[in-house]
Structure formats: structure tokens, C-alpha cells
């Protein structure tokens, strides 16, 4: 019977009954606001707050799940920065990250037989109607004098209006994706040693300068070494300097150790759910010495519940990128050898807890196993391990193209996919899918790579 209620009590806890989806997202800036409407799979219950310093608009919708399909709108308007979205207790929260305070009306449509059930949020921002037309005054109508002894005749010459001069706000240049790469271990700090005297610290940082270079030829992106040769650097010290550069993804390169030196292949880490909960708790603590930034956000001066709140959001959007890098990167390295662990594996590793940028730990070899010492110590198997690293992040930015870079979102062709079907998911014109990727017709290949506009 107590095996019994238990079962029931799990199952209760493990199923979320989900009322709807996301469909999908779309912005249009108007003469006077900017409208955001979310389109939904049923209709849902919601609701919205707003927050101050920075300002934001969250809306919290319940029961209801995002959708990896959902492609995020371009932010280059002048009121939302970035859109980004956290799942907790089966409601999706969604939160506007604002440029300035506005204000906002939300109301529902229902679903008809062009659209789906949406949710349509206006911002309103009267300096945007007062910036965006600008009128020159009519000139006044000027008089004409006239000698004393002639009847004085006032003469009204009309002056022409001139039409309005629109102003288009100025787009913001586009910048490169940033991924720090983290070379273990450093200076008096040699890691794990083989039996053949091979440090690990000059492996990985040999590893790391080839995976830098890939970064470096890739169109739209930029590498930063974290350390850029032998030096000890602390655990903070290397979160702090990706910080500092503003990185996109962090990467960090070891080589493994063993006491049984028939342990072989390589695994890849990301945080695990208890060390990501244990690192907010931390920072929640240590607030008040504005250490450790949100995205730029210090936590010194909010509550615990909005601290809270920021980190659970941050955390939850590094971790799910995270686990996408991570499988994809674990793909590679299995095409050119052993792998300890068949599937992506997460540990409370200091070096992965930086709450807002996707962090993941590759341990590409153990150097306590002679044959992969030998391996490790040679060109090609470094290139082919960056090779393999270069494949997740590629992949994921590919599928996840952010805000303002210049990475082109591209759709790899799979079985079932058309041109009318990819379109829709994206949010585009078959006729812009065409000239995008210089295509004469709808005929499509399984594997063929679709750049989307």
C-alpha cells in the first residue's frame, strides 16, 4: 500500500500537464512602440509584471512549454534588447529585457484559419512617435509694407508645406560570437602527467591553440585564450577573464588521469542541475560584494526573490545550450576514437558554474594510458580533437544564431522536410528561402544545408 502511494505521489510530481506550446515569436516596430506577438499552440492563462533597473517585462504563461522551433525575432529595434525565457513549475516565463521604462497593453486573439491562437503585446513609447516624424513649423505669413497716402492692402503670401522627414532608427553594427577557450591547469599547476613524462597543462594548451585557429577561420567568429601560455591562473580568475570579453561560450580542455592506466577515452561535462542550484546559493550569499554578474546585471542591490529569479533564468538558458554543445561536440569525438562515457555527463566542476554563458569541460584522453599518451602527443590527434570541438560549436550556433553577429541561422535538410515546410518554421517566404540560397526550384536533398534569411 506505501509503495503504492508513493508511486502515485512521483507520478503526480512527474507529469505536467502541458496546455500549449509555442508556435513561435514575431516583432514589428510601429510609429509609436514596437508590438510582440506569441503565437501558441492553445489558449493559455498569463500574466505580466514589469521591473526596474534594467527594465524588463515579464510574462509568465501557464502550463505551457517553449518550443526549440521557436526562432527568436531580430532585437534591432528601439525597445526590446533581448527576449529570453526559462521553464519552472510548468509555466514558461518570458522576459523582455527593455532599452528604457514603457508602457504596455496585452489582449488575446483567438485562432482562425490563417493563425494560431496569440497573445499580442503592444509597448508604447511616445518618444518614438515624436522622434520618428519630425515637421518644420509653417512659416508665418509675412506682410508687405505700403507708402502712407495709398490705402494700406495686406498681402498673405502662403508658405508650402513641406512633407515630413522620416528618421529610421540606426541599426547596430553586427559584432563576432566570442567563444573563450580555457587551456587546464598552467604554470606550477602541470594537471595529470603520463608515464612518459607528458604534462598535461602543455597538451591542452597545444590543443586549444589549434582549436583557437578554427575559431579564428570561421566566418563570424572570434577566439579568445583564456590563458596564452604557462601560467597558473584560479578557477574564478578564468570565468572572470571570459566575462570580461564578453564571451558567448566558454570551453574548457583537459586530459584525464587515472590510477588504471587501461582507462581510455574522452568525455565531455557539462553542470550538473545540483552544482548550477549550489553556485546560486553561493551567489545569492555573496551579493552584496557585487563579485559575480548576471549578464551584466550585478545582484547587489536587488531583493533575494528577483536575484533569485535572474539566476534561475540565466542558469537554465546556459544549461540547456550547454547540453546541445556538449552532444554535439561528443558526435565528433566518438568518429575518431574511444569515448569513456557513451553519453554527455555533468559534475559540479567550478570552471563550468558561470551562471549566463554556456560552459562545457572536454576531457579528450587519459594520459595515465600509455597508447593515448603516445596519441595526444602527436599533430594530428590534437587537430582532429579540435576538429571535433569546432563541430559542437559550429552545430549549435548554426541552430542558435544570437542577436546582432553575423552568423547566418542555416537548416540542415532531413527526411520529410520541403521548402514550404522549412519556411514555415522559420518564419519566411519560400521565395526568400530561394534567393537566399540561390535555388531555381523546391526540390530539396536529404543533407543539403539551407542558409535562412
Known amino acids: ?36 506577438v506569441i503565437d501558441l499552440s492553445n489558449e493559455v492563462s498569463y500574466k505580466t509584471f514589469t521591473l526596474d533597473k534594467p527594465h524588463r517585462l515579464v510574462i509568465d504563461l501557464r502550463q505551457t512549454r517553449w518550443s526549440k522551433k ?10 526590446i534588447k533581448n527576449i529570453r525565457h526559462a521553464q519552472r513549475d510548468g509555466t514558461l516565463r518570458l522576459v523582455l529585457d527593455l532599452s528604457r521604462t514603457v508602457k504596455y497593453d496585452t489582449h488575446k486573439l483567438s485562432s482562425n484559419q490563417t493563425h494560431p491562437y496569440r497573445i499580442v503585446v503592444d509597448l508604447h513609447d511616445p518618444r518614438q512617435a515624436t522622434t520618428s516624424t519630425v515637421k518644420k513649423p509653417v512659416t508665418p505669413a509675412p506682410t508687405v509694407a505700403v507708402k502712407p497716402e495709398t490705402k494700406p492692402t495686406q498681402v498673405v503670401i502662403a508658405s ?35 608515464k612518459h613524462g607528458t604534462k598535461e597543462k602543455d597538451i591542452v594548451f597545444s590543443i586549444a591553440k589549434r582549436l583557437a585557429n578554427l575559431v579564428n577561420e570561421e566566418q563570424g567568429m572570434r ?45 565531455v561535462y557539462v553542470l550538473s542541475q545540483r552544482g548550477a542550484s549550489s553556485e546560486a546559493a553561493q551567489l545569492l550569499a555573496d551579493k552584496e560584494n557585487a563579485a559575480d554578474l548576471i549578464g551584466g546585471i550585478s545582484l547587489e542591490d536587488k531583493d533575494d526573490l528577483l536575484a533569485s529569479v535572474l539566476l534561475d533564468l540565466s542558469q537554465t538558458a546556459s544549461l540547456e545550450a550547454s547540453i546541445e554543445v556538449a552532444n554535439a561536440m561528443l558526435s565528433g569525438l566518438k568518429r575518431i576514437g574511444n569515448v569513456h562515457k557513451k553519453q554527455v555527463e555533468s559534475a559540479s566542476f567550478v570552471v563550468l558554474k558561470s551562471p ?58 532531413s527526411s520529410g522536410d520541403t521548402l514550404s515546410t522549412i519556411a514555415k518554421r522559420y518564419q519566411v517566404s519560400m521565395n526568400q528561402l530561394k534567393t537566399k540560397n540561390n535555388l531555381s526550384t523546391a526540390n530539396l536533398k536529404i543533407g543539403d544545408i539551407l542558409l535562412i534569411p
Do not use: C
Not at 528618421?167 to 604554470?187: L, Q, T, Y
Open 70 to 79: 521557436v526562432v527568436l525575432p531580430d532585437f534591432s529595434g528601439p525597445l
Open 356 to 413: 549566463d554563458i554556456p560552459s562545457v569541460l572536454i576531457e579528450t584522453a587519459f594520459l595515465s594510458n600509455p597508447a593515448e599518451e603516445r596519441k595526444l602527443n602527436t599533430a594530428s590527434h590534437q587537430n582532429k580533437l579540435a576538429r571535433a570541438m569546432m563541430l559542437g560549436i559550429r552545430n549549435y550556433f548554426q541552430r542558435n544564431p544570437l542577436p546582432g553577429t553575423y552568423m547566418d541561422q542555416r537548416h540542415i535538410v
Open 223 to 267: 577566439a579568445y585564450l583564456v590563458r596564452t601560455d604557462d601560467y597558473f591562473l584560479s578557477l574564478r580568475q578564468r570565468i572572470k577573464r571570459a566575462h570580461q570579453q564578453k564571451a558567448d561560450m566558454f570551453i574548457s580542455i583537459h586530459a584525464d588521469g587515472f590510477h588504471n592506466s587501461q582507462a581510455k577515452g574522452a568525455s
Open 160 to 194: 508650402k508645406p513641406k512633407p515630413p522627414i522620416i528618421i529610421k532608427p540606426k541599426s547596430k553594427p553586427k559584432r563576432d560570437i566570442v567563444i573563450a577557450i580555457d587551456a587546464g591547469h598552467g604554470g606550477k599547476d602541470p594537471g595529470a602527467i603520463g
Open 1 to 36: 500500500m506505501l509503495r503504492t502511494l508513493l508511486s502515485l505521489i512521483l507520478l503526480t510530481f512527474s507529469i505536467t500537464a502541458w496546455s500549449a506550446t509555442t508556435e513561435g515569436l514575431r516583432l514589428s516596430d510601429a510609429i509609436d512602440g514596437t508590438r510582440l
